[in-house]
């Protein structure tokens, strides 16, 4: 066993703002766990709504999202005191886990803030977003066995006035970094400030062929013959099919968004016909699966029919393979997962539209 210095926290031998110290002053462990889990709480369920929500409530979720990350920033000097005491105390042997964890979120944080600034490839083929989400992901198990071996237990003085003051310094902390971050951005021109309100970047607004070709996860391009194509219409016990030239016929127009969890937008002229247009007359129902030849599907509410549109152009031209040719829905306000591509069948059944995994699993 090697001897260990006997040095009592806040000892004068302790050296000033080191170890278990912040500007000379001891480090209440246990309100810094408290508070970074509260943090990394919120900064994982608001990520994964930022991921589900279109245009309407995607501002302020995203703006919570930021606030939250950029609070883990501002807890960190704390945190890094108490975890240097805990390694001093029982060896970096012990700690590796609690070290990947800790590296994990740093990761996190800082592809989050370099997707933010505009910086979204890191390495060829692999997004800022993608780490990211990874990253944020994979420290998900690591902090549940965190917090299980050192539990961090909340007390009934916890929601005391001085706490809540301490609360409310770190949110307005975090705050202050997020506009100052936002503020760097616009007067440095920086990528980041042209941003939608999800937090997504402009790329290939009204040029088709400039608007990245995107996979949810494992799906493939298919190459599709036009002339044996066939989009099927399920509804009402009756199938209807129709061929791609009579499908292309039809010209009623859409300016929409598409807006990918990967982190860009991209607003195009769209032209193909509406689903409901699709559907017999009087086709009942709760919901309609839009599905791909691939075997991608998503399930819409039945009442949202009218304002999906199967398109077969963009920008007055056909789809190209890569965005869904011959057929693709464009789905307004919505993100891009939903913007089913290839698409051979339109079913409408009785199952609830939210009957369904909230991100495809393919
Ligand atoms: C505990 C885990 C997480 C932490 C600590 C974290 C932290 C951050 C930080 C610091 C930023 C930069 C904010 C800014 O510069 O304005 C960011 C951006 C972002 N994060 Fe996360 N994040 C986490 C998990 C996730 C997850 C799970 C998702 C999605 C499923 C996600 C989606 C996003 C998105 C879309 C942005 C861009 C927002 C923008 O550009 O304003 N995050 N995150
Ligand atoms: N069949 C199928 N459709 C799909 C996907 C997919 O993986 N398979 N990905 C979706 C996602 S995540 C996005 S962002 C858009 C991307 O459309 P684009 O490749 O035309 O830009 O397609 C959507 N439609
Ligand atoms: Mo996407």
């Known amino acids: 066993m090697k001897p260990v210095p006997a040095v009592a926290p806040g000892s004068p031998a302790a050296p000033p703002g080191g170890a278990g110290t ?11 766990n408290l508070a970074l889990l509260g943090l990394l709480a919120v900064a994982l369920v608001s990520g994964g709504l930022a991921f589900a929500a279109g245009t309407g409530w995607g501002g302020p979720v995203v703006a919570v999202h930021g606030v939250t990350g950029l609070g883990v ?9 108490v975890a240097r005491r805990g390694v001093r105390r029982r060896g970096a042997g012990r700690a590796w886990a609690s070290l990947v964890l800790a590296a994990l979120v740093v990761l996190t944080v800082a592809s989050g803030v370099a997707h933010s600034l505009g910086i979204r490839t890191l390495a060829p083929g692999v997004s800022a977003m993608q780490v990211h989400v990874g990253a944020a992901l994979a420290a ?18 916890d929601v005391s006035r001085r706490s809540l003051l301490r609360v409310g310094t770190l949110v307005a902390g975090a705050g202050a970094a997020y506009a100052g971050l936002e503020a760097t951005m616009a007067v440095a ?8 309100r999800t937090g997504s970047h402009e790329q290939g607004t009204d040029q088709p062929s400039a608007m990245p070709v995107t996979q949810w ?5 298919p190459a599709v013959d036009a002339s044996t194509w066939r989009l099927s219409v399920v509804a009402a016990g009756s199938r209807r099919t129709w061929t791609y030239d009579e499908l292309s016929g039809a010209d009623q127009r859409l300016r929409a968004t598409i807006d990918c969890t990967g982190g860009w937008y991209a607003t195009q002229d769209w032209s193909g016909v509406s689903l409901d247009r699709l559907l017999p007359p009087g086709a009942s129902g709760r919901s309609v699966v839009v599905r791909s030849r691939t075997g991608y599907s998503r399930r819409f509410p039945l009442a949202d029919a009218p304002r999906l549109l199967l398109a077969t152009r963009v920008g007055g031209a056909p789809l190209s393979s890569g965005h869904g040719f011959p057929a693709r829905l464009v789905a307004p306000g919505r993100r891009g997962f939903w913007w089913v591509k290839w698409v051979d069948r339109v079913e409408v ?9 909230p991100f495809p699993p393919r």
């Open 22 to 32: 912040v500007s000379g002053r001891p480090v209440p462990g246990r309100r810094t």
């Open 73 to 81: 920033v501002v807890l960190s000097p704390w945190k890094s005191a």
């Open 140 to 157: 998900v198990p690591l902090a549940g066995w965190h917090v299980r071996v050192r539990p961090v237990r909340p007390r009934a003085a």
């Open 189 to 196: 021109g920086l990528g980041g400030a042209e941003r939608r």
């Open 217 to 221: 996860l494992f799906d493939g391009v």
């Open 349 to 357: 059944q009785d199952t609830p539209w939210w009957w369904q995994s």
